[in-house]
């Protein structure tokens, strides 16, 4: 069993929430790393579609732009299974209205 099939079982199992199962894959991700990512493509991938997408549900309330929420997502929103098109549709949704609410910062006069 390679690991994305192991990890997919071990966030599958019902003795973890939707939420906390998003917070384990979401803990191997490396802001810009691309092995970190197609990993958890890889894991999703290996999830059914449903627990895929609940996992993105669970996240969504906390899904601010820079955290590891915002990588999990990101990197489902690159799924490119025909089997978890809704998935990476609900991602690429959160993705755009992430990018629509994000706050900038006001730069302060007085700061030199």
């Known amino acids: 069993m390679s690991f994305p099939e192991s990890a997919a079982a071990l966030l599958s199992r019902?003795?973890?929430t939707p939420l906390l199962s998003a917070q384990l894959l979401s803990s191997l991700l490396?802001?810009?790393d691309k092995?970190?990512?197609e990993l958890a493509r890889d894991v999703l991938h290996a999830l059914t579609p449903a627990r895929a997408k609940e996992l993105i549900d669970a996240i969504a309330p906390m899904d601010e732009d820079g955290s590891q929420y915002a990588l999990l997502t990101d990197a489902?929103?690159?799924l490119r299974k025909k089997?978890?098109?809704e998935v990476r549709d609900v991602a690429k949704q959160?993705?755009?209205?992430?990018q629509k609410t994000h706050v900038r910062t006001?730069?302060?006069?007085?700061?030199?």
């Open 76 to 78: 489902a929103a690159g």
């Open 14 to 16: 019902t003795s973890l």
């Open 35 to 37: 092995k970190t990512t």
């Open 30 to 32: 490396m802001a810009g």
């Open 106 to 112: 006001v730069k302060n006069p007085f700061y030199k």
């Open 94 to 98: 959160r993705k755009a209205s992430r």
């Open 83 to 85: 089997s978890h098109t």
